[in-house]
């Protein structure tokens, strides 16, 4: 556990200054209506009603035309595994017309309604792609809400990419401070925790679009 906050600082760098949020190109999109589809960007992602709110069931594998998004490695298949990372500001402008980013209240009802932070990313994450434990037992969840999220890792500043298949990551729409850090849920393999903290809104991390 130790080393894992070790590896958690190392994705802590200095806050830059934050910059609002502008429209990217494509940035329109049909909203799927209660059918528990959405098509955005040529590409349709299953959606699940949580806590009264209607939560992409998939990471977003969209490309924005002003940057700021990575599939993780640099390697196109795994954009299409575990959809690609963002950076913030980027994150708060790519969700189709009718949808956004999530902020803390959405996450905190999200986890609520799955049991709470210490057992919900078992009930959450996907029944397969994560990390067996060091004592041999699975890393995966049972996905009781068809949430499915998956380890799609993170893209630090320096381009350096970690933690695929361990550890997965969401921004929220809510930033801690004026200093450039945002707060963000994980999960990993380790536990069936759902962590809220924060972190430089340089990461490249997933996200996941509500309405």
């Known amino acids: 556990m130790r080393f894992i906050k070790q590896r958690w600082r190392t994705l802590v760098f200095a806050a830059v200054t934050a910059v609002g949020a502008v429209c990217v190109s494509g940035c329109g999109g049909d909203d799927g209506g209660d059918d528990g589809s959405l098509n955005y960007g040529g590409k349709t992602y299953r959606t699940e009603v949580i806590d ?7 990471n977003l594998n969209y490309k924005p035309s002003s940057g700021g998004s990575w599939c993780y490695g640099d390697n196109d298949v795994n954009c299409n595994k575990y959809g690609r990372l963002y950076d913030w500001e980027t994150a708060r402008a790519v969700c189709p017309d009718g949808w956004r980013l999530p902020d803390r209240a959405d996450w905190n009802g ?48 320096g381009g350096d990419f970690s933690f695929v298949g361990e550890f997965g990551y969401w921004w929220t729409a809510t930033a801690e401070d004026d200093r450039g850090f945002v707060y963000m849920q994980g999960m990993g393999y380790i536990d069936d925790n759902v962590d809220e903290r924060s972190s430089s809104d340089r990461i490249g991390f997933s996200v996941r679009c509500v309405k």
């Open 52 to 58: 009264g709110k209607r939560w992409m069931a998939e």
């Open 110 to 157: 999200l986890v609520n309604a799955a049991g709470g932070s210490y057992t919900a990313g078992k009930k959450l994450k996907s029944k397969s792609d994560w990390k067996v434990r060091s004592d041999g037992s699975s890393g995966n969840g049972t996905d009781d809400f068809k949430f499915s999220a998956i380890p799609g890792g993170t893209r630090d500043p």
